[in-house]
């Protein structure tokens, strides 16, 4: 029989079931559940549910909103299923796509799929119940037996009936009172109710419109000339008439701003019936005109990129555009959107991180207006559930944002752009799902039959791998856009640069000259170093003592501003020592320089310059990367310091210089991908001077003055570096010949650790040759968790690639079933980066 045919009788009997009454649904529930539970469907609720929507289940005493993932009539064996309690949605949150996105992420980066529900679903469309505590009638008023704590609930209880648990926090001035509530509900002085609550609010907007009387023109005219009091009410009037005309509707909020009146006098026009006032629902999200407006025309070898792209797209899903700095690629990515828009298509633009996405939109609206929306981390639950709705239903057709925007639930997504591919941005690291972003997308591509255009000035080993062998389409852009030249390249060796106290220095000549020419010339510069804070660590002069985090093993980054040492692992902040703990001593040295240290020091070395910093500490709020981008676009800020924020596919047209402070921290740390890393960074960086006219200049200033790499930047020669990697990695077996599963045990007690990575090792016999480890990390402590390490390096091989996931995660549920280590955390990372 085919699978047509097979669907049909499938559907036929799905039909049946649900007018005879048994009817079972497997539901998803945003719970790192091993599987998914499943349901029965009562009769009454049978012909409400559907694929993808929202239904309340109880799952041991709590309530969840779970997505229906499949409707059966098969009854479990192994249990009785419960019912479902109420049916939320009227029509799908999800469509079957999403779906089945959800089980290949679950699938692939072994997780469940209700971690993958809990990192798609905004918050307030995930609802979970509140417990309420119900007064029991039949206890009576005899509280002799309780204590005072017990006593104050009760009667609280008695006279309301219902608490809530913020209330009876409230009552206790306490936030820990479950031992209190226990003790209550064992005592039958009441008993747990659960609720679910709806997070999602609607915004509500008073909008004001004309009695209908005053349509016709010749009463409303009779009624301005004869307006005889209320001056202030006439200026509402109006002001009513120039917004209604300019903008088609009106505000109550935009009516008594521009009228400059109060709600008082507003309130006589409406009770004199001249002006009526209606609550409705309104967005939050800013609107613009839906216009498509794409002016601009490509250089000869974007045009030819361009017809390049679209040719490929042809023949393969996926293209990758590996263009150089400042080539152009956003102008072929916007020509691409149009095409896209035009078809009736939705596109998808991700970036790996909030901080580029401010300058890119303002540019995506000037041609595409509100055809645009944003996602990011930044908007607030209620905004999420907006944008969600509104691409589910198709009103948004351009989609920008970070790696969370790939699991909205698009209608018909016919191409999803991945600019700066190569970022390790798109992975997701904590908590599960583990995903990457890029490589998701290509597979959620292939759902819709939509197109995935890579692109990147310095494209990952494993895209450029997959474009050499023919897997992707490769289009390559090697010029500049207008004038703009690459810009030259300094390297300065710091060996030759003295200070006094011996320590790394800062700013060598050359760059402090050519800081002084490009101020001269009324240019902007950047400044590079990849450490936030002050100084990196503080070290005893006398003993060598480095003081160090309580809780990880990692020394501790002074931070000026606050005053504070703090811990870049687990955030605690500690008071600035004076004194050594190992030899008394109240001298220390500070080692090493930050972006903190280095905005510092260009103010003092030029006073006259104005200067700002970009990395964690000081872009924060929602706005705070835009504000600043702005900013310095409109040249009110002469030198920018900044780590890797300032580094990622951001425009500025008069920098000139940029400057390089340590390129020895970004060559030297412990992992296969540091060439490739170090590479990225500094071509990226570079690629930020001379985007205009300007050839512009790189100083990067170094001790290892021979690493390989160093001359490939030099040379922007990324071919090469290519070339020089992929040897090595297939010498070492590493990716893209392979494919990688890092295991980390976490514990309080590193003995427990170890002993439960020797466990999973010692029960994958047939893996060994495979496994790398135990060892630990370099870092082998955060937050008071000792961490030990298992890596799987696999050929890439589909079927022992799953036969080794499936052995895996069995013998993870074997070494959890022991008691021993029931509290030891297994993290499985798939495709580390």
Known sequence: MSAAANKINNSSDL???????????????????????????????????????????????????????????NKPAAFEPKEILNVLDTEPLVYPRQLQLWQWVASYYMCSEGEVMHAAVPSNLKLSSESILLWNEEHGLDFSDLNDEEYLVAEALELKKE??????????????????????????????????KDKYKPKTETYIALNPIYFNEDKLADLLNNWSKAPKQLELMLAYLHIIKS??????????????????????????????????????????????????????????????????????????????????????????????????????????????????????????????????????????VEIWNKVKHGEVKVVLGARSALLLPFKDPGLIIVDEEHDTSYK??????????????????????????????TPSMETYHNAQNNKYGLVELNERFGEGKLPDIEIVDLKTVVTKDKSKPMFSLQMKTAIEASLHEKKQVIIFQNRRGYTPYMICSVCGWIPQCQHCDVTLTYHKSKNKLSCHYCGTNYPVLQTCAACGSHNFIQKNFGTEKIEEAIVEEFPSARVARMDYDSVKGKHDHDNLIKIFEQQRLDILVGTQMVVKGLDFEHVNLVGILDADALLSFTDFRVNERAYQLMEQVSGRAGRKDDKGKVIIQVTNTNHPVLKFVQAHDYKALYDFEIDNRKLFFYPPFSRLIHITFRHRETHLAEEAANLLVQGLPTLHKYITGPAEPVVNRVRNQYLWDVLFKLPKDAHLINQCKMQLQQQVVIIQSNKRYRSVDIIIDVDPV
């Open 247 to 384: 903008e088609g509707e009106v505000t109550q909020t935009a009516l008594l701003k521009k009228a400059n009146a109060s709600s008082a006098q507003l309130k006589g026009l409406i009770d004199k019936n001249i002006l009526i006032a209606e609550k409705k629902d309104a967005s939050r999200l800013p609107m613009l005109p839906r216009n498509v407006s794409v002016e601009f025309v490509l250089s000869p070898a974007q045009e030819e990129a361009l017809q390049k792209i679209e040719q490929t797209f042809i023949d393969k899903q996926v293209c990758l555009l590996h263009g150089i700095t400042s080539s152009g690629k956003t102008q072929l990515y916007v020509k691409l959107i149009e095409q896209y828009i035009k078809q009736g298509r939705q596109v998808l633009y991700m970036l790996p991180e909030i901080a580029l996405t401010a300058q890119i939109i303002r540019r995506l609206q000037k041609h595409f207006g509100g055809n645009i929306a944003i996602y990011h981390s930044k908007f607030n639950p209620n905004e999420r």
């Open 15 to 73: 039909f049946s079931q649900r007018q005879t009454g048994v009817l079972f649904a497997e539901i998803i529930i945003p719970l790192a559940l091993p599987q998914n539970y499943t349901w029965l469907i009562p009769f009454h609720l049978q012909s409400s549910v559907q694929t993808g929507s929202r239904v309340e289940v109880q799952l041991r005493n709590k309530k969840y909103a779970g997505i229906i993932k499949t409707l059966h009539t």
């Open 428 to 457: 997701q690291h904590d908590p599960a799902p583990r995903y990457n972003a890029r490589d998701t997308a290509i597979y959620y591509a292939s759902l819709f039959k939509a197109k995935v255009l890579l692109g990147s000035a």
């Open 163 to 196: 608490l809530r648990l913020s209330e009876v926090q409230q009552i206790l001035d306490a936030s820990h009172v479950y031992p209190v509530i226990k003790k209550l509900i064992d005592k039958k002085v009441c008993y747990v109710w659960e609720e679910l």
